[in-house]
DNA sequence: CATGAATGAGATTTCATTCAT
DNA sequence: GATGAATGAAATCTCATTCAT
């Protein structure tokens, strides 16, 4: 009994893949029931003993990318004391995610936030939170940085703000990225951001 | 002899403007005919005169946004001279553009994004490419920067990559405030993303 | 005043014709009434001006080329006494009336006997007739028949299905030739077409 | 596992045979798919399952009436000598198809005719030429004509003509008779027919 | 009179969802 | 469970006709 329960889930991830695939190519406006199925190999009736309509994929991708992102940055996370080191982490944890391991989840991460920023059903707003994640995300900021202005080694400025830069400038230089892949690597892009960053916010020492 | 005599520009600039109010409330994929020629309080088949479908009115958004930012950057740009100054007015004006004038306009940029990233068909790339747009941008900046390296203000650096980065993070943090809006105002943002920006690539002073 | 109306006839027809020349690229059922204003030079309302709508020019366009066909047959075909010879002439009046006359008209026909055999409104059945047009070829063609019969050049027959099958091959020939114009030219047509039918139906001389 | 089996070419034909019906009746330009649908008893939707749309419909309703007849044509002519008595079978078969067995698709003739003297796209023309179609007949008949040439039965003739006029001829009758349907019956047609064109295509005996 | 911009009725077409097998 | 044939609601799109100028 036990086994089936599990099958049933390695199915739903199984169609939750395929679903990404055929959203980061054609968008999620775009894709279509049938374009799902036979990119998961099955039949298209077969998608909805597993989900209840295409916004439930959408919802289950979701929830899936960022309770494993949101899972990876918070062990890592907590491996280290040094702030700046700690946004360093958090670049590379999100430059790693959307680059490397999950390419095609970089590329819907527009469509995501295209429907984030929208009203929907209660329904949808309930699971499908991005203000949500995205608070989350900024509160776990705003500390790290509130230590760094603690501890003497950023100067003194409005976290919030601070936090939302540093999230909003990590999110859209990956979309710049996105575009046009061949301008600079992954390296280039963590490397040149925490230092611009870190330039930016650090304590300026009068000698 | 003489029939109704109607500015065609004019009246495709009126149902532009009426598509960009449903798209920014419901989103490009989302709006239908229909409710586009509600909002430009027309028939369903006026539209038709005017565009080929509603892909044909999304290019033209597009067209006739970034003809006016581009215009709008290009004449305030050339009136100054100090890099930092100029990229602060760079910053002004796409802020006011997007938050202030054009509000509507901004909740859209993210469709306009996600579309921007995919391939279409030949006659859809040709006219609505946002990768030529961003190149031309990053151009501009790379030039900016590539002054201020030269004249000592900012420091060495892949002004590739500072330029991307400076687009992506404006941006990013547009796209942030979009969601929350409460968090900070425009001139908040403004000045911090300034501060940030300039503090992080400028020449540090040896004393 | 009088001049008045006969500029108004004059514009019908110029009308008719360019609808007839519409109809016979795209047949009837493709051409809009767009198509028809452009050919004729003038606006899609002033079509209005001249007919209540596009059944309205088919049933003209029909009625115009009947009454004259049927003018030139009944004028030409009295100045003959020899049964053959007034057959001969029919022949040579039809043929020269679809492929040299009036070309266009014969890539309707088609389109024509299509509407013809179906059932339509009250209206259009009493103008537009196809069936009384054909009974009276028939009946004329039937008198000559007889009158053939009667004078011993024909053999004895069926005259009602003879004359049919007279107009019917007539007709029948002319739409292979609209197939195929490269076939057979009108002169074949006609000597050939009255060669072998009064062939057929002469009275057989026993010596 | 294994969802419901159906005949997909079974089921166009049920479909194609519906469009028939109601083509006959409307003629194909004023047939609507929701008119085919309700006459195949079934969805609108379920239509374009299995047709692009309503020429492919159309197409379809060729190939499988012109396959039909040709294959009829094919095997009855090929068990007969006498050139007379083919041309006769000929005459047999084509009344028998048009007037007898499958009695709606006379009435579509001349849409399919009305569309066959048309320039259409290269897709269509791929499948749906009627040229090739009376190419074919024509040359079938242009042997047999040859065939009683040469055996003494015909006088010397024009065979292309004479081929075209004894397929004009035949379509022209069925065309009358589609008009008139009280005028005469399939046995006087075909008698009739076969007796005044053999006549007017024998050799003469001189005696 | 002449016009063509505007219209909406009605056609075509798409596609998420259902359900019999 | 798995399937894909069937469906019709809802979308797109067409075009004959009207009517203000």
Redesign the pocket.
């Known amino acids: 009994m036990a086994p089936k329960i599990v099958d049933r889930e390695e ?1 739903k991830r199984e169609i939750v893949m395929a679903a990404m695939e055929v959203f980061s190519e054609k968008g999620v406006a775009n894709t ?3 374009d799902i199925a036979r990119a998961a190999g ?5 998608i ?2 597993y989900f209840k ?2 916004d439930d994929i959408f919802i289950n991708l979701f929830e899936l990318h960022f309770t494993e992102i949101g899972n990876a940055a918070a062990e890592v996370m907590g491996r280290y004391d040094d702030p700046a080191e700690i946004l360093q982490q958090f670049v590379e944890i999100t430059v790693s995610f959307l680059i490397n391991e999950d390419h095609n989840f970089a590329e819907i991460m527009l469509d995501i936030w295209a429907e984030g920023i929208r009203e929907h059903n209660e329904e949808i707003n309930r699971v499908f939170n991005l203000d949500a994640v995205y608070s989350q995300y900024r509160d776990v900021i705003i500390q790290i940085l509130q230590d760094g202005v603690d501890k003497g080694t950023f100067c003194s400025m409005d976290t919030t703000f601070t936090a939302s830069l540093f999230i909003g400038a990590l999110d859209g230089i990956l979309l710049q990225w996105l575009m046009r892949k061949d301008l600079f690597d992954s390296a280039t892009l963590t490397d040149n951001f925490m230092k611009i960053f870190i330039n930016g916010i650090k304590k300026e020492v009068v000698k």
Chains 1, 2, 3, 4 share one sequence.
Do not use: P, Q, S
């Not at 099955?42 to 077969?46: A, L």
């Open positions: 199915k279509k029931m049938i099955i039949g298209k009736g077969t909805y003993e309509n295409k």
